[in-house]
């Protein structure tokens, strides 16, 4: 094998290695951007620009069933499953015809990005019957089932905020 040959393949070794070696990066959102500068020139006027971003949905781990005394079925035979994700964020400036005076021209809208947690519903049930009692010679004792619903939860403090300026 000629020294160039071999100088070459070490290069592309090298590369791979680098390559195979960097983990990747999970991303939070996707970022979107809305591409009006065609009909900007096409129309010969301002257009809107509009862009933003996505956020991508986080499944948490549930909180398994809890094992209580005297019960038949664990509680919370059903977990929650906590998610988290993001509301959108957006960010737009439009021009205004001057309708609120020679000052004002343009108005631009933006929401921040926040974080919103929730919980998917879950349940909770027992069986008709109770744990085997040692006065009944080891069988259970028949009782009223019952059944629960846990509810689901959101919890999150999304904003936005709304101007009016002069050549944004």
Do not use: N, W
């Not at 010969?44 to 549930?62: A, N």
């Not at 879950?122 to 509810?151: N, Q, W």
């Amino acid at each position: 094998m000629k020294s160039t040959t071999r100088g070459t393949f070490a290069a592309v070794i090298t590369c791979v290695a680098a390559a195979v070696a960097t983990p990747a990066v999970a991303a939070d959102s996707v970022p979107v951007v809305v591409p009006l500068q065609g009909a900007e020139q096409a129309l010969d006027m301002e257009m809107p620009k509009v862009s933003g971003t996505v956020p991508l949905v986080k499944p948490g781990s549930p909180d398994g069933p809890q094992y209580v005394e005297g019960r038949l079925l664990p509680d919370r035979a059903l977990p929650q499953v906590p998610v988290t994700a993001g509301l959108p964020e957006l960010d737009l400036r439009a021009p205004l015809p001057r309708v609120l005076g020679d000052t004002f021209d343009h108005l631009s809208t933006t929401t921040p990005d926040s974080t919103m947690r929730t919980q998917t519903p879950g349940a909770s049930l027992d069986a008709p019957l109770t744990a085997p009692r040692p006065e009944l010679l080891g069988l259970p004792a028949p009782k009223l089932p019952e059944a629960g619903l846990l509810a689901p939860a959101l919890q999150g403090a999304p904003g936005a905020s709304l101007d009016v300026a002069p050549g944004l």
